[in-house]
């Protein structure tokens, strides 16, 4: 009973997005080392906790507060929808607000932890944000904010923290190479997060949750996203030629293009057919984890030579580890489920026909 509990309330957290933040994450941590600094360890893990527990909290608070639209939605995915923990009835929404209570707490006593001023301010920002994303009063991913808030939580404090932790710090020239490579990423979180929303619009403004989709209407939303990928890669052109970015590190992120356009034609081409649709928040989510890998990689391959044969590296790329262990985890899990349904249609089938 209690590890059903256990493994129910880890699936409420939506652990499989918890592999996208330690990318970014550790994008901040390997760039400043890539500059010189000395890697530290125990900040690098303290730092991930931090991250993890702060990512966590944001999804059960959400899962509280979107009980009500999350009930009246008929067409949930594994990836929108929310957990559907609460609408099955499988955990009650208190124990939602209690898990929400007590990683604030612990994410707000691992802040106390950090070894600097602005470390600990970028963790209270991020602790703000990540609990006004879906609670009152503020509420934010109701109010349209919520693809803003959630690109300035994930791909500007997430990495800026894993930065300043390896003794880095806020001097323009040494910040520039960071909010540079974040530039592209974070345009692609923002249109990805567009996607998320989008299944969802209708149920959304049943409820009166106004979201930015449901604010400016699917057809500008669906001209935002297509604008949106396409500035983001025209932008690696500017980056590489006014800064110090290594040219691999632009190359593996341009090499994501075809799946980013590829996401941006589905998203034209079947936004209007929910069943066509159903996959395209897979697509879009995966794109935009494998274009913060190709930063991270790319970071990585550009240290000094021998460098990959170091423990520390093998540290710095865990989030690329982990998220290829949550992808082919997902893709066995969706193969059985295809297999089981495959199944059940065959023994129906046969049924019927009086076998």
């Not at 963790?123 to 994303?133: A, D, E």
């Not at 190359?251 to 081409?269: D, H, N, R």
């Not at 991270?296 to 093998?314: A, D, K």
Request: net charge positive.
């Amino acid at each position: 009973m209690f590890l059903k509990k256990f493994l129910s309330a880890l699936t409420l957290g939506r652990i499989k997005f918890l592999s996208y933040s330690p990318i970014l994450y550790g994008i901040g941590a390997t760039i400043a080392t890539f500059q010189g600094e000395k890697f530290n360890l125990s900040y690098f893990l303290l730092g991930q906790i931090t991250v993890w527990i702060t990512h966590m909290m944001t999804h059960f608070y959400n899962e509280y507060y979107d009980l009500d639209t999350d009930k009246i939605n008929e067409h949930p995915s594994p990836w929108t929808g929310g957990s559907r923990i609460l609408p099955k009835g499988i955990l009650s929404p208190q124990t939602s607000m209690r898990l929400a209570v007590f990683t604030t707490i612990v994410s707000f006593g691992l802040s106390l932890l950090m070894p600097s001023f602005e470390t600990r301010l970028i963790c209270w920002v991020s602790l703000i944000l990540s609990w006004g994303y879906s609670a009152p009063p503020l509420a934010l991913c109701r109010r349209g904010l919520g693809e803003l808030i959630t690109t300035i939580v994930l791909n500007v404090l997430t990495p800026l923290l894993g930065f300043l932790l390896q003794n880095g710090n806020l001097y323009p020239g040494r910040t520039r190479v960071l909010f540079l490579v974040l530039l592209p990423l974070a345009i692609i979180e923002y249109v990805r997060m567009m996607v998320m929303n989008m299944p969802d619009r209708d149920c959304d403004s049943a409820v009166g949750k106004n979201t930015l989709i449901v604010k400016i209407g699917m057809n500008r939303a669906v001209q935002i996203h297509a604008m949106g990928m396409l500035v983001a890669y025209l932008s690696l052109a500017f980056i590489y030629q006014y800064s110090d970015v290594p040219l691999v590190v632009v190359l593996l992120i341009l090499s994501t293009a075809p799946l980013g356009f590829l996401t941006t034609l589905w998203v034209y081409k079947h936004w209007q057919d929910r069943q066509k649709f159903f996959t395209v928040p897979f697509l879009a989510s995966t794109h935009n984890a494998l274009a913060a890998l190709a930063a991270l990689i790319g970071f990585l391959l550009c240290h000094p030579s021998g460098y990959l044969l170091h423990p520390e590296t093998h540290l710095k790329a865990f989030s690329v580890y982990l998220y290829l262990a949550v992808f082919l985890y997902f893709r066995w899990a969706s193969g059985r489920r295809n297999e089981q349904e495959l199944v059940g249609w065959e023994t129906e089938s046969q049924q019927q026909q009086g076998v």
